[in-house]
């Protein structure tokens, strides 16, 4: 898939509540993906909340999957690991998804997300899907 | 603290975009919170979304932690993991939170999360919560 | 599968290295397991060591597995997580898993370890096994 | 801490059942390990337990903490999550820790394990450690 193709399916598979993030790039390394912070995602203090970040890795998770096997709405995710690590400041979050594992059964992603313009890591999750049998 | 007083302070500590969830119980075993499904939480096919269930094992959390030690906003999470065990419908989850330790500086708990009316564990949770040294 | 046979399966399945762990009830509920504690589970400082917390959650969740699907020996383990919530004894360690599903493809157990003689949750997990196609 | 003086240290933690694992490079990314292969890590059909992995990756995490904060034995595990992702041959498994974060009162710790001579990673962890209060 190319960046907008993965980009325009992700729009189109949440009708209701489209993801504001964005797919940045698609590489052989994985997937990278913008989220842009608004007030919505955050919380007073001036910070990220959690659910913003684990909705980031999760999506981020879903295209790296999607990146490899095509546009198979049906990929869901059977658990989700994360580990928050810093304090984000109200930064747009750039999250890295790289496939560890991508079986016949199971998909297994490692997700890294730090503020633009850092490299700390912000909080790193481990995800795992189910593809669907039939594919 | 009391339902009332936990409910209030939930709301007040999110102005931005405060839950949709409401806490229904407090007891010796936990905190009992029910999530309202919405298009905003669904997906296509029926379902309710990742992300929702996430958001709604760390409310609970943060809830069952705060039942205890009063309320403390700076209890921030610091890893959460969670199964998701089977696809629920568009139908009111009940997420139940237990300590499962409250330490000085960690708390764990475990979160189970049902369709309304319904005993089978949609998701299951364990999220760990960094207790601020000053209280 | 009865107490009995279970336990010979899990000593027949590892010849080189037997578990030292015992099945201890099989019931609706789950599965009951005992870790007697001897020098090598334990740490200086008089506690138990992290790793023989892991084996015991990990063949726990094996043998609730098992005494639902039988004696396949090729459930392999996906994923497990644990938390460790208390400083254990040098005392036998009680863990019980439950399955919390039981899917064609995985199936996912709680397992909760106390000391023997204490209702203090040591430590829980969340495991996660692939069960083989063929069965 | 230098690679000798590490290795000490692990051996001298564990009287009663020294580990096997060596530790082979400290560096600015992290700790590499080694995991000797034999009779007892194994499992019949020729492959590795995952108690073996999950003590390898707990021993490579405290390594990675060790190695920055010195000799401390009292810091311990809170919290393991690891993803099997391929039946691991009978041929010694390398584990490479690197701290995500270390703060004052948590570090977090990734661990990839590969086989020796092959890059696909076999198993992967995210550990964390609590760090004692005085140091």
Redesign the interface.
């Known amino acids: 898939m190319t960046v907008d193709a993965l980009q325009r399916f992700l729009v189109d598979?949440?009708?209701?509540?489209p993801p504001t993030a964005v797919v940045e790039e698609l590489a052989d390394w994985g997937v990278r993906v913008r989220q842009p912070i608004t007030?919505?995602?955050?919380?007073?203090?001036g910070t990220i909340?959690?659910?913003s970040l684990?909705?980031l890795a999760?999506l981020t998770a879903w295209s790296a999957v999607l990146a490899e096997i095509g546009p198979v709405?049906l990929s869901?995710?059977?658990?989700?690991?994360?580990?928050?690590?810093?304090?984000p400041d109200l930064v747009d979050v750039l999250a890295e998804g790289r496939l560890?594992?991508l079986g016949r059964?199971?998909a297994?992603i490692?997700v890294s997300m730090c503020s633009e313009g850092s490299d700390a890591?912000l909080a790193?999750a481990?995800v795992?899907y189910?593809i669907p049998p039939a594919r």
Chains 1, 2, 3, 4 share one sequence.
């Open positions: 598979s949440f009708p209701d509540a007030a919505e995602n955050s919380r007073p203090g909340s959690g659910p684990m909705a999760d709405a869901v995710t059977t658990s989700l690991h994360i580990d928050f690590l810093r304090r560890l594992k059964r199971l297994v490692s890591v790193q481990q795992t189910s």
